[in-house]
T-cell receptor
Framework: GAGVSQSPSNKVTEKGKDVELRCDPI?????LYWYRQSLGQGLEFLIY????????KSGLPSDRFSAERTGGSVSTLTIQRTQQEDSAVYLC?????????????FGNGTRLTVT | QKEVEQNSGPLSVPEGAIASLNCTYS??????FFWYRQYSGKSPELIMS????GDKEDGRFTAQLNKASQYVSLLIRDSQPSDSATYLC?????????????FGKGTKLSVIP
């Protein structure tokens, strides 16, 4: 596609429910990143994929968070047993190569609200 | 802990003035530096990248990097109201191997007509 696509754009869920967030990167981009941004805060790194493997999961805040990527393309971020502190905008980004000079292109994000 | 620090602002400048945004980072081994602009309710968009000491100019934007002082800045000349946004400094930290960008919390810029 023309850009990074994320769905849903908004998600409201009850505390304790599981949610899945989807990211469709730019075609041909091998690197994919998940970040989250809480209100008025900077971007917090969650996980990075190179192809289908995730060499860096260091940012996942707890074992309730998991992510996978299939076919070197679409990625899903799953949050189990959601908590109110999980409320944030979840941003996905992709880049052409895993290199320091390959810029990240962000999707429009999924705004998650846990009630 | 390796960090990227920015003044949160808000930074207010009159239309036509130069806006100066600053960023410091703690990891001396960092090699790649980026400035992103984020409008309210929107996702970040890349506006500048810089990898070598000195200045890099692109239109009204100039990025400045001083690795010895661990300092990177963004100058916006002839500021316009449309430049009003939050500017995020991002650094690729050394040694991580994954080239993850670490972001500062951003500086909110307001250009007053």
């Amino acid at each position: 596609g023309a850009g990074v696509s994320q769905s849903p754009s908004n998600k409201v869920t009850e505390k304790g429910k599981d949610v899945e967030l989807r990211c469709d990167p730019i075609s041909g981009h091998t690197a994919l990143y998940w970040y989250r941004q809480s209100l008025g805060q900077g971007l917090e790194f969650l996980i990075y994929f190179q192809g289908n493997s995730a060499p860096d999961k260091s940012g996942l805040p707890s074992d309730r968070f998991s992510a996978e990527r299939t076919g070197g393309s679409v990625s899903t971020l799953t949050i189990q047993r959601t908590q109110q502190e999980d409320s944030a905008v979840y941003l996905c980004a992709s880049s052409l190569l895993n290199r320091g000079n390959s810029p990240l292109h962000f999707g429009n994000g999924t705004r998650l609200t846990v009630t | 802990q390796k960090e990227v620090e920015q003044n949160s602002g808000p930074l207010s400048v009159p239309e036509g003035a130069i806006a100066s945004l600053n960023c410091t980072y703690s990891d001396r081994g960092s090699q790649s530096f980026f400035w992103y602009r984020q409008y309210s309710g929107k996702s970040p968009e890349l506006i500048m990248s810089i990898y070598s000491n000195g200045d890099k100019e692109d239109g009204r934007f100039t990025a400045q990097l001083n690795k010895a002082s661990q300092y990177v800045s963004l100058l916006i000349r002839d500021s316009q109201p449309s430049d009003s946004a939050t500017y995020l400094c991002a650094v690729i930290l050394s040694g991580a191997g994954s080239y993850q960008l670490t972001f500062g919390k951003g500086t909110k810029l307001s250009v007053i007509p």
